[in-house]
Nanobody
Framework: QLVESGGGSVQAGGSLRLSCAVSVSSANDYCLGWFRQASGKEREGVAAIDADGSTSYADSVKGRFTISKGYPKNTLYLQMTNLKPEDTAMYYC????????????????????????YGQGTQVTVSS
């Protein structure tokens, strides 16, 4: 089970930190990721972190978003800074069905296919 929280409405340039409670035996053993979907647009992989802590980011968020895992609790975070109106979307945390690298997880999250488990999402709205 994956439960996201932390979304909200902010002005451009603001920050938010999203959290995801991951109900698996040990989140540290899995590659986890965040993807987003804006209204009328395709799913976009945002960030991923693998079991070794390696990360991968979409070009659109590099330098602004940071993905991390919480210890010892099974929590995934997405720190978002310098938010832009184009970041407005529903954000989901996800676990792929297969054990993938961070780069592969980012790719499958953007693939549009059935790639893994994800939660209900949390809405992020950025106003200009």
């Amino acid at each position: 089970q994956l439960v996201e929280s932390g979304g909200g409405s902010v002005q451009a340039g603001g920050s938010l930190r999203l959290s995801c409670a991951v109900s698996v035996s040990s989140a540290n053993d899995y590659c986890l990721g965040w993807f987003r979907q804006a209204s009328g647009k395709e799913r976009e992989g945002v960030a991923a972190i693998d079991a070794d802590g390696s990360t991968s980011y979409a070009d659109s968020v590099k330098g602004r978003f940071t993905i991390s895992k919480g210890y010892p609790k099974n929590t995934l975070y997405l720190q978002m800074t310098n938010l832009k109106p184009e970041d407005t979307a529903m954000y989901y945390c996800a676990v792929p069905y297969q054990d993938l690298s961070a780069t592969e997880t980012l790719r499958v999250m953007s693939s549009g296919g059935d790639f893994g488990y994800y939660g209900q999402g949390t809405q992020v709205t950025v106003s200009s």
